[in-house]
Structures are given as C-alpha cells and as structure tokens.
C-alpha cells in the first residue's frame, strides 16, 4: 500500500460506549465521565451510563418480586431501608429519658422553680431613648402585664 491509501483510509467505528466499557458477568465496568474532554461524547456517555444503571436497577427489582412472588412465605426478607437513625452507632454517654438521677438532679437544680412555674421571672427590657414600631407596641404591652 501507498502513503496515500493509509493516510485517506479510516478506522472501523464502533460503538463509543463497547470502546469504553469492559464487559464483565453481569453488569459493565463504567469510565469516569470527568476524564472526558469532550462536553458532547462526555453527555451521552454519562446519559447511557444513567440509563444503564437505571435498567440494572429495575431488573434487581423485578427479579426480588418475583423471587417473593414465587417463594412466597419462605422468600428472603426485604431489605430495610438505610435511614440516620438505622446507621447510628450506639453512644454510651446518651442518658435515658427515664434515668432517676438525672430526674433528682433536675429536681434540685437552682432554676427547678422556674422550670416548674411555680415562681415568675423577673424580665429586663432595654430600648433605645425614643422607641418605634414593633418595640413600642412589645412594650406596651408588657407594661400593661400581659
């Protein structure tokens, strides 16, 4: 062959996503999209890579239920959702609603009386020499003992 057959010769196109995906068993080894310059190729590799996983996801699916379906009482539980409160650790120093020396403590704190509303506080309110507005109208209204 000539220089000039291989330079006007072009290579075979394949599929972009068959050039840039391994196949495995199951499911594709996908690329990080970031590495790809090109904003087009780097927006339909990532819509395919979305759209795969989303088929992947929906087979799972489908086949519990009819794992479930078929097995009936003897199918696998499902799964429990991952919320905060099921991924907490266990923290020792968090004491119990119900702990009695923390209800004695609270007894005898200086303020109990106050927490109790058995004696009223004494309130403070400081403005400015000529108040307006929503000040004046809040201290009407505490001066009037509501």
Known sequence: MSSEASATRRPMVRPLLLLLTKPTKRKTTQIQVSTIANKAKRQAI???????????????????????DELGDDAPPAKAPKTLDNMREFDETVVAADDEEVA???????????????????????????????????????????
């Open 104 to 146: 004695a403590d609270e007894a005898n704190d200086e303020f109990a009386a106050y927490f109790q509303g058995a004696v009223t506080p004494n309130v403070l309110v400081t403005t400015n020499r000529k108040p307006v507005g929503v000040c004046l109208s809040i201290l009407l209204l505490v001066s009037a003992g509501v």
């Open 46 to 68: 990532y819509l395919e890579q979305k759209a795969q996983k989303k088929k992947e996801k929906k087979e799972d699916r489908e086949t519990r239920k009819r794992e479930r």
